[in-house]
């Protein structure tokens, strides 16, 4: 995920939060409209009710998406740090079974010696 995608998911990520506050001005319409003294305009309603609707599926739609996208996101994934990592543990390893063989061969050549 480059810097580009980044820029990218943040904008998307922010007319998110300007259509949940567009469903919230709508979801008070509403309620203006239930309360209005003369009772409920039905085709303001209708209109309200279906522009909620339609953003509340796009918030949906586009948060899924962002939040598939964040999981499908793998940093490290060309990362040979790990095995570079093991690879070194594993001489080190080696360098160590080595020493203590050299230091064995040599305590049985003294042994040998001093016989």
Do not use: W
């Not at 990520?13 to 919230?24: A, N, T, Y």
């Not at 309200?48 to 609707?53: D, L, N, T």
């Amino acid at each position: 995920m480059g810097p580009q995608s980044q820029n990218t998911s943040l904008q998307r990520l922010h007319l998110v939060e300007k259509r949940i506050v567009r469903v919230l001005e709508l979801a008070g319409l509403v309620m203006d409209e239930l309360a209005n003294s003369t009772g409920p305009r039905s085709d303001a309603l209708t209109s309200h009710c279906r522009e909620f609707m339609e953003s509340i599926r796009d918030i949906q739609v586009t948060l899924r998406d962002e939040i598939k996208s964040a999981c499908d996101y793998r940093p490290f994934e060309k990362c040979d740090y790990n095995a570079r990592i093991s690879n070194e543990i594993c001489c080190k390893k080696l360098e160590y079974v080595i020493e203590k063989l050299d230091d064995m061969k040599q305590s049985i050549e003294q042994c040998k010696d001093g016989n």
